[in-house]
Protein backbone atom coordinates (compact mmCIF):
# COMPACT_ATOMS: atom_id res chain seq x y z
CA UNK A 1 0.00 0.00 0.00
CA UNK A 2 0.87 3.61 -0.49
CA UNK A 3 -1.46 6.52 0.39
CA UNK A 4 -4.32 5.26 -1.26
CA UNK A 5 -3.39 3.11 -3.96
CA UNK A 6 -2.39 -0.60 -3.12
CA UNK A 7 -0.58 -2.71 -5.77
CA UNK A 8 -1.00 -6.46 -6.38
CA UNK A 9 0.96 -8.76 -7.85
CA UNK A 10 -0.22 -12.43 -8.65
CA UNK A 11 1.71 -15.74 -10.06
CA UNK A 12 -0.77 -18.17 -10.53
CA UNK A 13 -0.06 -21.55 -11.25
CA UNK A 14 -2.66 -24.04 -13.03
CA UNK A 15 -2.50 -27.67 -12.47
CA UNK A 16 -1.54 -29.48 -16.17
CA UNK A 17 -4.18 -30.50 -17.78
CA UNK A 18 -6.66 -28.41 -15.82
CA UNK A 19 -9.79 -26.87 -17.50
CA UNK A 20 -10.20 -23.18 -18.47
CA UNK A 21 -9.68 -20.56 -15.27
CA UNK A 22 -11.20 -17.11 -16.12
CA UNK A 23 -10.01 -14.88 -13.61
CA UNK A 24 -11.74 -12.03 -11.77
CA UNK A 25 -10.06 -9.25 -9.47
CA UNK A 26 -12.14 -6.25 -8.12
CA UNK A 27 -10.80 -2.76 -6.66
CA UNK A 28 -12.49 -1.71 -3.10
CA UNK A 29 -15.79 -2.04 -3.35
CA UNK A 30 -17.94 1.73 -3.46
CA UNK A 31 -20.58 2.20 -1.21
CA UNK A 32 -23.46 4.51 -1.80
CA UNK A 33 -26.96 5.87 -0.47
CA UNK A 34 -30.06 5.40 -1.47
CA UNK A 35 -31.29 7.97 -4.32
CA UNK A 36 -27.69 8.79 -5.47
CA UNK A 37 -26.02 7.18 -9.07
CA UNK A 38 -22.35 6.06 -8.81
CA UNK A 39 -20.36 7.45 -12.11
CA UNK A 40 -18.54 4.11 -13.94
CA UNK A 41 -16.03 4.52 -16.82
CA UNK A 42 -13.77 1.77 -18.19
CA UNK A 43 -10.85 2.02 -20.54
CA UNK A 44 -9.76 -0.89 -22.53
CA UNK A 45 -5.99 0.79 -23.95
CA UNK A 46 -4.78 -0.60 -20.86
CA UNK A 47 -7.82 -2.34 -18.84
CA UNK A 48 -9.21 0.21 -16.13
CA UNK A 49 -12.30 0.69 -14.24
CA UNK A 50 -13.91 3.41 -11.87
CA UNK A 51 -16.60 4.44 -10.66
CA UNK A 52 -17.51 8.00 -8.59
CA UNK A 53 -19.93 9.03 -5.93
CA UNK A 54 -20.69 12.80 -5.37
CA UNK A 55 -22.11 12.47 -1.74
CA UNK A 56 -24.19 15.16 -0.29
CA UNK A 57 -21.64 15.55 2.01
CA UNK A 58 -19.26 16.77 -0.59
CA UNK A 59 -16.13 15.59 -2.01
CA UNK A 60 -15.77 12.85 -4.66
CA UNK A 61 -15.35 9.28 -3.52
CA UNK A 62 -13.50 7.22 -6.18
CA UNK A 63 -12.36 2.89 -6.14
CA UNK A 64 -10.47 2.17 -9.32
CA UNK A 65 -8.72 -0.89 -10.69
CA UNK A 66 -6.12 -0.70 -13.74
CA UNK A 67 -4.20 -3.53 -14.96
CA UNK A 68 -0.23 -3.33 -14.86
CA UNK A 69 0.11 -6.77 -16.37
CA UNK A 70 -1.94 -9.54 -18.09
CA UNK A 71 -5.25 -8.59 -17.81
CA UNK A 72 -7.51 -9.32 -20.74
CA UNK A 73 -9.87 -6.61 -20.12
CA UNK A 74 -12.20 -4.15 -18.14
CA UNK A 75 -15.71 -4.15 -16.64
CA UNK A 76 -17.89 -1.56 -15.76
CA UNK A 77 -18.23 -1.69 -12.09
CA UNK A 78 -21.32 -3.70 -10.66
CA UNK A 79 -22.63 -5.13 -7.30
CA UNK A 80 -21.43 -8.28 -6.11
CA UNK A 81 -22.60 -11.26 -8.49
CA UNK A 82 -24.91 -8.21 -10.02
CA UNK A 83 -26.53 -6.99 -6.92
CA UNK A 84 -25.89 -3.66 -5.63
CA UNK A 85 -27.36 -4.47 -2.54
CA UNK A 86 -25.68 -7.53 -1.13
CA UNK A 87 -22.97 -5.29 0.98
CA UNK A 88 -23.04 -5.39 5.07
CA UNK A 89 -21.69 -2.37 5.21
CA UNK A 90 -23.11 0.30 2.66
CA UNK A 91 -26.91 0.33 1.60
CA UNK A 92 -25.47 -0.20 -2.06
CA UNK A 93 -22.18 -0.61 -3.50
CA UNK A 94 -20.42 -1.65 -6.60
CA UNK A 95 -16.70 -3.06 -7.58
CA UNK A 96 -15.15 -2.27 -10.28
CA UNK A 97 -12.69 -5.20 -12.20
CA UNK A 98 -10.54 -6.51 -14.28
CA UNK A 99 -10.98 -9.93 -16.22
CA UNK A 100 -8.55 -12.55 -17.25
CA UNK A 101 -10.61 -14.26 -20.38
CA UNK A 102 -8.14 -17.22 -19.93
CA UNK A 103 -5.41 -17.72 -17.47
CA UNK A 104 -2.64 -19.42 -19.82
CA UNK A 105 -0.69 -22.38 -18.80
CA UNK A 106 1.80 -22.04 -15.80
CA UNK A 107 3.34 -19.65 -14.17
CA UNK A 108 1.35 -16.71 -15.37
CA UNK A 109 1.74 -13.19 -13.79
CA UNK A 110 -0.50 -10.26 -13.39
CA UNK A 111 -0.48 -7.28 -11.14
CA UNK A 112 -2.47 -4.65 -10.67
CA UNK A 113 -2.71 -0.90 -9.13
CA UNK A 114 -6.02 -0.16 -7.02
CA UNK A 115 -7.15 3.49 -5.74
CA UNK A 116 -10.02 3.37 -2.60
CA UNK A 117 -10.12 7.61 -1.73
CA UNK A 118 -12.31 10.31 -0.59
CA UNK A 119 -10.13 12.50 -2.74
CA UNK A 120 -10.92 11.83 -6.30
CA UNK A 121 -8.57 13.39 -9.10
CA UNK A 122 -8.42 12.58 -12.80
CA UNK A 123 -5.13 12.20 -12.30
CA UNK A 124 -5.85 8.61 -10.62
CA UNK A 125 -6.67 7.61 -14.39
CA UNK A 126 -3.00 8.76 -15.52
CA UNK A 127 -1.08 5.40 -16.39
CA UNK A 128 1.52 4.67 -13.33
CA UNK A 129 5.11 4.26 -13.88
CA UNK A 130 5.51 0.48 -12.25
CA UNK A 131 7.86 -1.82 -13.14
CA UNK A 132 8.45 -4.84 -12.18
CA UNK A 133 10.11 -8.82 -12.01
CA UNK A 134 9.15 -12.03 -10.66
CA UNK A 135 12.64 -13.61 -9.86
CA UNK A 136 13.52 -17.29 -10.68
CA UNK A 137 13.70 -17.55 -7.14
CA UNK A 138 10.58 -16.08 -5.98
CA UNK A 139 11.20 -13.06 -5.01
CA UNK A 140 9.85 -9.31 -6.71
CA UNK A 141 11.82 -6.87 -7.88
CA UNK A 142 9.80 -3.33 -7.80
CA UNK A 143 10.42 -0.18 -8.89
CA UNK A 144 7.08 1.84 -7.95
CA UNK A 145 6.67 5.67 -6.95
CA UNK A 146 10.19 6.46 -7.33
CA UNK A 147 11.46 3.60 -4.82
CA UNK A 148 12.57 0.38 -5.28
CA UNK A 149 11.49 -2.62 -3.34
CA UNK A 150 12.43 -6.61 -2.88
CA UNK A 151 9.72 -8.79 -1.75
CA UNK A 152 11.23 -11.78 -0.39
CA UNK A 153 9.44 -14.92 -1.67
CA UNK A 154 6.86 -16.89 0.74
CA UNK A 155 8.12 -20.05 -0.25
CA UNK A 156 6.69 -23.34 -0.78
Known sequence: PHKDQ????HRVEKPEGSSPIQLIEGAAALGYAPGTTPAKGVSQDQPCSWALVRPRSG???????RSVAGYSRAQSASGFRGDEHLNVIHDRAITPTLVVDTVPDSPFICACLTVAT??????????????????EDGSVDLKWQDEDFNIPSLGE
Not at 6 to 9: A, D, H, K, T, V
Not at 118 to 135: G, H, T, V
Open 6 to 9: CLRI
Open 59 to 65: GVFGSLI
Open 118 to 135: CAWSDSLLDEPEIEFSWN
